[in-house]
């Protein structure tokens, strides 16, 4: 018997088909976080440029963890950075190699290439939450990114620390598997980030989202 996977078989992934919400992660009590999934399937706009003018001022290849329907991918292609997608979506990697951009269907956790070079590696809208378990995911960011390399991460608007087992809702109030999630605020992320090895290189905010560089200490 088949296993349904989260963001593989529920609304998230119809959604990046179509382009269109809404579309929330629901916990247990209820309480609902909305996803962009709109915006995430447009053009890179507004604060995205932040994070795209700080990769092309590195330099590097980049490694998008994540990457979702590939806005930053495709981004990042136009301004002549090399880059690489990874996500666990099909529908995601599949819109993002009809954007032009490279794109594997792997979870951050699977074997990846060039693992310990890349420049930088990006964790946006919300991915920090992946797994659940924001210290292994840092812990495995930091062997992805080359001994020189950057972090990048947009972290919670409020200073939040919490984990919550939630399930991806569609606008039909279709619900897909549950699994755990993580939310966390710049102090709780830089706490974590330096028992990751990963100390703070930068903070910044653009339009209204939060984000941090870190590197290794």
Excluded at 114 to 130: K, S, T
């Amino acid at each position: 018997m088949t296993v349904a996977a989260p963001w593989v078989d529920d609304p998230f992934a119809d959604a990046v088909r179509t382009g269109r919400g809404p579309l929330w992660l629901r916990r247990e009590d209820g309480r609902r976080l909305h996803l962009d999934i709109e915006r995430w399937c447009a053009p890179a706009a507004g604060a995205d440029h932040s994070l795209l003018h700080r990769c092309t001022q590195l330099a590097t290849p980049v490694l998008d963890l994540g990457c979702g329907p590939g806005r930053l991918v495709a981004a990042l292609l136009a301004l002549g950075v090399p880059v690489l997608g990874v996500d666990v979506t099909r529908a995601a990697v599949a819109r993002t190699v009809g954007l032009g951009g490279p794109a594997l269907c792997r979870s951050v956790f699977d074997r990846l290439p060039a693992e310990g070079r890349w420049g930088a590696a990006l964790l946006a809208d919300g991915n920090l939450g992946i797994g659940g378990d924001p210290d292994a995911l840092l812990r495995r960011s930091a062997q992805l990114i080359a001994p020189e390399g950057l972090l990048l991460v947009e972290v919670d608007p409020e200073e939040v620390d919490e984990r919550a087992v939630v399930r991806v809702e569609g606008a039909d109030g279709r619900l897909g598997p549950a699994f755990p999630w993580a939310r966390l605020g710049t102090t709780a992320t830089l706490r974590r980030a330096r028992a990751a090895g990963l100390l703070e290189a930068e903070r910044w905010t653009s339009y209204g989202r939060r984000f941090l560089a870190l590197r290794k200490g």
